[in-house]
């Protein structure tokens, strides 16, 4: 699905990656689960590009549901897949922490443990390679996806920022969809290792002239920067 010029959406409000496409190639922002991968192909197929067209991944952080078919794209193209160094274990199958208990809903959190699992999630491999990003940069990528480091979710984190498509992705650093609760808006994500680091990171969007800010789970956002955090600030105090 496209979302505006060179960027498309692949997924849907439960799990998304998304695709910046420039003249010069493609970049894939996070790679959901693996039964995605037949959505990828469907949508370059729909925009009439080849898979070899994707120059490489970048991953918001390393958390399964969001390395997805990585691996397989990596191997087979043999392109880079770049994640925050403090989350490179992690994508490359390390176990992460446990997570303080979240509040959950019966059918919501039914509705995503069945579609996930429909989509692969008991049988994601683990990156065999990635490359580490350090601080902030701006990645030799279509798109010149630029790097912000935004520890909390994981201590690897990051947003990545596409001034081009006037984007910036948060991965799980927050959601407007709760996967466990099936409540929506601008909120903490669930499965977070530190929350209060988490919200704090938030902060370091201010300022970006951006028209989406767009989530691994949930709707993307297009209310501005401030507008957002204003509202996940206020779910926050309930």
């Known amino acids: 699905m496209q979302l505006s010029p060179g960027l498309h959406r692949i997924g849907d409000d439960i799990v998304a990656a998304h695709l910046i496409v420039a003249d010069d190639g493609i970049t894939l922002v996070d790679a959901a689960l693996p039964g995605y991968h037949r959505d990828l192909l469907r949508e ?3 925009i009439g590009r080849p898979v070899t067209d994707i120059r490489g991944i970048v991953l918001t952080h390393g958390d399964s549901d969001h390395i997805g ?3 397989r794209l990596r191997t087979e193209l043999g392109i880079p ?3 925050g160094a403090a989350d490179a274990d992690r994508a490359k199958g390390a176990k992460p922490p446990a997570t303080p208990p979240d509040p959950k809903r019966l059918l919501p959190m039914l509705g995503f443990l069945l579609h996930a699992a429909r989509k692969g999630m ?3 491999p683990p990156l065999g390679e990635v490359r580490p990003v350090e601080g902030e940069q ?5 798109g010149a996806p630029r790097i912000v ?4 979710h994981s201590p690897g984190s990051v947003a990545v920022h596409v001034p081009g498509v006037r984007a910036v992705f948060v991965g799980d650093e927050l959601t407007t969809r709760n996967v466990l609760t099936g409540r929506v808006g601008p909120q903490p ?3 977070t290792d530190d929350q209060a680091t988490s919200s704090a990171s938030l902060d370091l969007l201010r300022g970006l002239d951006v028209d989406w800010v767009i989530p691994g789970h949930g709707a993307p956002w297009r209310g501005g920067v401030d507008s957002l955090i204003a509202s996940y600030r206020s779910a926050e105090a309930r």
Do not use: C, S
């Open 122 to 124: 008991v049988r994601i």
């Open 189 to 191: 994500a669930p499965f």
């Open 44 to 46: 370059l197929e729909r």
């Open 149 to 152: 480091p935004m520890p909390g």
């Open 138 to 142: 701006v990645l030799d990528l279509p």
């Open 81 to 83: 897949v770049f994640v």
């Open 69 to 71: 078919f990585a691996e």
